[in-house]
Nanobody, 127 residues
Framework: QVELVESGGGSVQAGGSLRLSCKAN????????ISWFRQAPGKEREGVVL???????VYADSVKGRFTLSKDDAKKTLYLQMNNLNPDDTGVYYC?????????????????????WGQGTQVTVSS
């Protein structure tokens, strides 16, 4: 059974930092490629940190140099360190799981290839 639990959201002022966590169970961690998406009010959900076919992170242009993905394999947890936040980063952040191919690679990083979503965590950045 797939399990994804986000935490770490909150409210910060522009220029501040937050670290989000996405804890998965072992089943999910081993069999799925896990990405981060966000959805701002009134906007479509967009990829923040996606996975290429080799499961390496691919950062959206809007967050490059500010956001960093890391992981703790022992804890089955992914972390999204977000620095120098600005109001455009406001939204609900989701970790999302797409099943690996039979070769163990990741499918194209699109919403259509996401099989499961976490419950989301709110990030609010004030100016």
């Amino acid at each position: 059974q797939v399990e994804l639990v986000e935490s770490g959201g909150g409210s910060v002022q522009a220029g501040g930092s937050l670290r989000l966590s996405c804890k998965a169970n072992e089943w999910t961690y081993l069999r799925y490629c896990i990405s981060w998406f966000r959805q701002a009010p009134g906007k479509e959900r967009e990829g923040v940190v996606l996975r290429d076919s080799s499961n390496f992170p691919v950062y959206a242009d809007s967050v490059k140099g500010r956001f960093t993905l890391s992981k703790d394999d022992a804890k089955k947890t992914l972390y999204l360190q977000m620095n120098n936040l600005n109001p455009d980063d406001t939204g609900v952040y989701y970790c999302a799981a797409g099943v690996r191919t039979s070769w163990g690679t990741c499918n194209a990083p699109t919403i259509e290839n996401i099989d499961y979503w976490g419950q989301g965590t709110q990030v609010t950045v004030s100016s």
